[in-house]
């Protein structure tokens, strides 16, 4: 005779009593922005520029939103054309986005840091160890002399919410400047 009466709960009875793990929430899949991609458009850049806050962008994309909307497409904050800075990104002989510095690739786990004196892209270890622990307050690849007021974070894996695309005003609200066309108003006749 099997035994019913048990004086503990199995796996699933615990899952399906509301006490155990339920799966995935309903909506949308998390999806974050890859470091080598436009925060307004979401393809690759060739043009980065950084605002203020660490926020990259094509300038192709950049200067037509902020010049209609005078705000910062992320946040949705108040943002200028003169808040933007040309960015130099690295790369390797693959093609890969890497350090200069250090020569270590960048991934999705890389904290990532530019100086927004001259704009080079650096990984967060290099400037740590070669700058601020060493108290050499130059530029790594120009000499030219920075602060830490000047390093704005680009990418940083303990802070995921920064590159959330769920978290863009722009795509928040519905936002598109330039000359763009929606995928489902082109004519494929």
């Given at each position: 005779?099997?035994?019913?009466?048990?004086?503990?709960?199995?796996?699933?009875?615990?899952?399906?009593?509301?006490?155990?793990h339920?799966?995935?929430?309903?909506?949308a899949p998390?999806?974050?922005?890859?470091?080598?991609?436009?925060?307004?458009?979401?393809?690759?850049?060739?043009?980065?520029?950084?605002?203020?806050?660490?926020?990259?962008?094509?300038?192709?994309?950049?200067?037509?939103?902020?010049?209609?909307?005078?705000?910062?497409?992320?946040?949705?904050?108040?943002?200028?054309?003169s808040?933007?800075?040309?960015?130099?990104?690295?790369?390797?002989?693959?093609?890969?986005?890497?350090?200069?510095?250090?020569?270590?690739?960048?991934?999705?786990?890389?904290?990532?840091?530019?100086?927004?004196?001259?704009?080079?892209?650096?990984?967060?270890?290099?400037?740590?160890?070669?700058?601020?622990?060493?108290?050499?307050?130059?530029?790594?690849?120009?000499?030219e002399?920075?602060?830490?007021?000047?390093?704005?974070?680009?990418?940083?894996?303990?802070?995921?919410?920064?590159?959330?695309?769920?978290?863009?005003?722009h795509?928040?609200?519905?936002?598109?400047?330039?000359?763009?066309?929606?995928?489902?108003?082109?004519?494929?006749?």
């Amino acid at each position: 005779k099997k035994r019913t009466d048990r004086a503990r709960m199995t796996n699933t009875e615990w899952k399906e009593s509301g006490g155990g793990h339920k799966g995935l929430p309903a909506g949308a899949p998390f999806k974050r922005l890859p470091l080598g991609c436009c925060g307004i458009a979401f393809t690759p850049f060739e043009d980065p520029v950084c605002a203020p806050d660490g926020a990259v962008f094509d300038v192709v994309n950049a200067v037509p939103y902020v010049q209609k909307f005078g705000t910062h497409p992320v946040s949705g904050a108040p943002l200028k054309l003169s808040d933007l800075t040309p960015l130099a990104f690295s790369k390797n002989g693959d093609g890969e986005y890497c350090c200069p510095a250090l020569g270590k690739v960048f991934t999705d786990s890389s904290k990532v840091v530019a100086n927004l004196k001259s704009g080079n892209v650096y990984s967060a270890q290099a400037v740590d160890e070669l700058c601020v622990k060493p108290k050499n307050w130059r530029d790594l690849l120009t000499e030219e002399p920075f602060s830490r007021a000047d390093l704005v974070t680009i990418q940083d894996p303990d802070d995921l919410d920064t590159r959330s695309l769920e978290r863009f005003d722009h795509l928040r609200k519905g936002l598109k400047a330039g000359p763009a066309k929606d995928p489902d108003d082109l004519d494929t006749r």
